[in-house]
């Protein structure tokens, strides 16, 4: 999935689990909704090719536990908190329901203690291999779609109240 679905997720856990609704709750939902495909950056800093690392070491219960956990520490206990690591938790079923047609195919839940792949695909992907697949009426459509199912429905639900929240004073100021 693409950060268009995480970030409609986080949005959704944002506005449904913090008690403090301001800029830096706000992107730290979003940050943790996106922080696994963080491999991204780790294959342009060490210069892999066609997305090798990708949901390996950071699409799994392991990482998505601690690095939530420790991020969590930044906000009030309770319902924020357990808003956080379950918004992380969420990536992962979003990515093993997206077809994966790179090998290996599927993520590693519980990488480092079971290589076994899970795959439930029927969410259309994005191509990522060729900037001419990346630029696509295709990826297009399904950034659409991603936007129509997972972001969407919450600005249709909340987004009087996001606004609403976005455009006071204390959302900046805290």
Not at 1 to 8: L, N
Not at 10 to 38: C, E, H, M, Y
Not at 119 to 146: A, C, D, H, K, Q
Request: charged share 15%; glycine share 8%; no cysteine.
């Amino acid at each position: 999935m693409s950060p268009i679905a995480h970030g409609g997720v986080a949005l959704f856990a944002w506005q449904i689990s913090a008690t403090r609704k301001n800029w830096r709750t706000l992107a730290l939902f979003l940050f943790v909704g996106n922080l696994p495909d963080i491999d991204f950056a780790l294959n342009l800093i060490l210069g892999h090719n066609r997305l090798s690392l990708h949901q390996y070491f950071t699409h799994n219960l392991l990482f998505i536990l601690v690095t939530t956990s420790l991020l969590s520490l930044l906000l009030p206990a309770g319902r924020d908190r357990w808003g956080l690591i379950l918004l992380g938790l969420s990536h992962l079923v979003l990515d093993i329901i997206v077809i994966d047609p790179a090998r290996p195919i599927g993520i590693r839940p519980f990488f480092p203690f079971s290589s076994v792949l899970y795959n439930f695909g029927f969410f259309p992907y994005l191509e990522r291999w060729r900037l001419r697949t990346m630029i696509s009426w295709r990826n297009g459509g399904v950034l659409l779609l991603e936007a129509a199912v997972f972001l969407f429905p919450v600005m249709i639900i909340y987004g009087k109240r996001i606004l609403k929240t976005v455009r006071g004073r204390a959302f900046w100021t805290a």
